[in-house]
């Protein structure tokens, strides 16, 4: 049996590509919490935004501002559900690179396994012929070691 895994170079693709899959959905998660952080700051900002008016034009521009507010976080809104489509998109592929690495490592310890258990079996044909060596030698010799 060959002492080096067949698949090795196919498991060292499989983990760049779990860690270029990791990578993606870690940048997803970061969008989506960009994004959630602009949504809060946007809230704060139609809270705290002056809400008596001097004159009509002030008031006119105030409720401009409020529907132009309400209007973006609509669209965050919008763009967050579609943020959130990304980020179960990438947990999926990265689940999935992950299954096939994981396949492919367990092929790995397999073979590590078998390797080891040839080799152990290789060192005690090694000892039973030593073994068998020593007592023919020693029958042989006249010395019967019953």
Not at 15 to 43: E, K, M, P, S
Not at 62 to 90: K, T
């Amino acid at each position: 049996m060959k002492r080096t895994f067949a698949l090795a170079g196919l498991l060292r693709l499989r983990h760049l590509q779990q860690d270029q899959a990791a990578g993606d959905l870690a940048q997803a998660n970061a969008v989506v919490q960009a994004n959630a952080a602009r949504r809060a700051a946007t809230r704060a900002t139609l809270r705290h935004a002056p809400s008596l008016a001097s004159g009509a034009d002030t008031l006119s521009a105030i409720a401009s501002a409020r529907a132009s507010a309400h209007s973006m976080l609509a669209d965050m809104e919008a763009l967050g559900r579609n943020y959130q489509v990304a980020v179960g998109e990438a947990q999926v592929a990265f689940e999935a690179t992950r299954a096939d690495t994981v396949r492919l490592e367990k092929l790995e310890g397999r073979h590590g396994a078998l390797v080891a258990a040839n080799d152990l079996h290789r060192e005690q044909a090694i000892l039973d012929e030593i073994a068998s060596t020593g007592w023919h030698r020693n029958r042989g010799a006249g010395g019967d070691p019953r």
